[in-house]
């Protein structure tokens, strides 16, 4: 059974400052997704992750995939209040593209 | 730019009754999941649904729940007798095949009081 793990769970961090969410799963997978979710509100699609090796980056948040060690980070660089959500990964299985999603980090930077 | 909807956006109900939650899909697509996000927690895969039938459902998913393609355009998610547990946010998805990613509508968030 696929399971995803994620750490840390609650993170507050300070503006300016680096950081990285780490995101472990299971069993081989063909993709892996990086969300964000305001809250109350839906799954915005930050980062999809195909090919081992992968990285993408997004203004100020970079993330990567290696999949041997069966690892995704979401590395945030210089935080800024307006980066305040929880970030959510999530592993494609199974033969019906089902998601399995990580535990989620609440991200809060404090001004 | 297409999306996901669902209605409503917020749903009260009682214990006990029955409950319609509807997603319109993004429109090529073939493939339909539900998932639920319980107040602070993750996000619960539920079911997926193609060529009118269901592919994969989770154990979360019991006789209390089903699924139906009623026309050509909505998606919905009955449950049948609502307990206080039932109580989320449920998320319908699309995509165009089992093999590219999913869009996300904006959620109903039922209540069960």
């Known amino acids: 059974e696929l399971k995803v793990e994620q750490n840390p769970l609650f993170l507050s961090m300070q503006e300016g400052k680096n950081y990285t969410i780490y995101c472990n799963y299971s069993t081989t997978s063909d993709r892996l997704y990086w969300y964000r979710q305001d809250p109350g509100k839906s799954l915005e699609s930050l980062f999809v992750?195909?090919?081992?090796?992968a990285v993408k980056q997004e203004g100020r948040l970079m993330a990567s995939l290696d999949t041997k060690a069966r690892l995704s980070t979401l590395h945030i660089t210089a935080a800024v209040h307006d980066l305040s959500a929880t970030y959510f990964c999530?592993?494609?299985?199974?033969?019906?593209?089902?998601?399995?999603f990580g535990t989620g980090t609440l991200l809060a930077v404090q001004p | 730019e297409p999306e996901v909807t669902q209605t409503p956006s917020h749903q009260v109900t009682q214990m006990g009754q029955e409950v319609i939650l509807r997603c319109v899909p993004i429109s090529n697509h073939l493939y339909f999941y539900w998932y639920r996000q319980i107040l602070g927690q993750k996000v619960e895969f539920l079911v997926s649904f193609y060529n009118n039938e269901i592919s994969e459902k989770s154990e979360i998913f019991d006789d209390q729940f089903s699924v139906e393609r009623p026309d050509g355009s909505n998606f919905t998610l009955k449950i049948r007798s609502t307990k206080l547990e039932d109580s989320a946010m449920y998320f319908c998805?699309?995509?165009?095949?089992?093999?590219?990613?999913?869009?996300f509508g904006q959620g109903t968030r039922l209540t069960v009081v």
């Open positions: 999530a592993v494609s299985g199974g033969a019906t593209n089902k998601l399995i």
């Open positions: 992750l195909l090919s081992n090796g």
């Open positions: 998805a699309s995509s165009v095949t089992g093999n590219t990613e999913a869009f």
